[in-house]
């Protein structure tokens, strides 16, 4: 069983509608894909119909932007009920900040390059979920950069001086309130220190009191000694370990499948879960 929990689409930040993600999992060769998009469910319903239409299991999920001690982190949330309020609302309330985030981290880079909010609108469908990636595709239609990755490594990353936080519930905050919704919490990527800070292990420790079920130990931005210290970390608190690619399409280079989820985490995930799998 290929079982990769952890991929975005146009829903968000990924580069391929959440049918044309499904697609491409089914020709990964996975049996298993979890659509994650960033603080949404809108893509649910279109990578449902695919699942179907395709065979390919579906897991429905959304990566949930949170904060621990000044620090961002991100909770993957599986098989919640999406219109339960106290995640839904929650959800809402991230995408409104993001858009006014976004918008002034443009008027600073703009005060330095030709870029405009224009630019950014144009890179973006209608129910989009706003972040960096847009910005760097603005940039990047400019002629400004090559890439998203040039983007980031020269302007939007968050040690930056045009970076702007958005607002985020704490990170216990948010494990309770997947859980409220029939949710299954995982700690996405949390010893990334590649890309920013990361949190200490007291982090793990409050998350696992407030309900957290697992951590996404297997990606692509942890070091072995990261993959050490997360599974030791998941062992001292009982919690399932993951392991996903965070696909983005051609936002990203991770491929699907480069990291895969063992078939005993999957079951009880879903034994927790409020919202089926779906299969085919
Ligand atoms: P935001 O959610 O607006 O804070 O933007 C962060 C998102 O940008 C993350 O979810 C990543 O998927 C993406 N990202 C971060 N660094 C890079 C990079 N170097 N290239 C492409 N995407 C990136
Ligand atoms: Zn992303
Ligand atoms: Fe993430
Ligand atoms: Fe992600």
Redesign the pocket.
């Known amino acids: 069983m290929r079982i990769d929990l952890h991929t975005?689409s146009t829903a968000?930040?990924g580069t391929q509608s959440p049918a044309q993600v499904v697609a491409a999992a089914r020709e990964a060769g996975l049996d298993v894909v979890a659509l994650t998009d960033?603080d949404t469910t809108a893509g649910w319903a279109e990578a449902a119909q695919a699942a179907v239409e395709l065979g390919v299991a579906l897991v429905r999920g959304t990566?949930v932007?949170a904060r621990a001690q000044g620090t961002?982190i991100?909770l993957l949330s599986y098989l919640q009920d999406p219109e339960h309020p106290a995640l839904a609302e929650e959800l809402g309330r991230v995408r409104d900040a993001?858009v006014g985030?976004?918008r002034q981290m443009v008027e600073r880079i703009g005060r330095d390059l030709p870029v405009t909010w224009d630019d950014v609108l144009e890179q973006v469908g209608g129910d989009v979920v706003?972040?960096?990636?847009?910005?760097?595709d603005a940039l990047v239609a400019r002629g400004l950069v090559v890439?998203?990755?040039e983007?980031?490594?020269r302007l939007?990353?968050?040690d930056g001086r045009y970076h702007v936080p958005?607002y985020a519930p704490d990170g216990a905050t948010a494990v309770r309130a997947i859980r409220a919704a029939g949710g299954v919490p995982v700690f996405a990527h949390p010893g990334a220190d590649a890309?920013g800070r990361i949190v200490p292990d007291a982090v793990f420790d409050e998350l696992a009191a407030a309900g957290l079920a697992g951590v996404e130990v297997h990606h692509r931005d942890h070091s072995p000694r990261q993959v050490e210290r997360l599974t030791a970390i998941a062992r001292r608190l009982g919690l399932l370990v993951t392991g996903s690619s965070?696909y983005?399409g051609a936002?990203?280079v991770n491929r699907l499948g480069e990291n895969l989820t063992d078939p005993a985490a999957l079951a009880a995930i879903e034994e927790m879960g409020t919202t089926e799998v779906l299969r085919p």
């Open positions: 975005h968000s930040d960033h990566e932007s961002s991100h993001r985030r976004a706003v972040g960096r990636p847009h910005i760097a890439d998203r990755d983007a980031f490594a939007l990353h968050s958005h890309r965070d983005h936002g990203k």
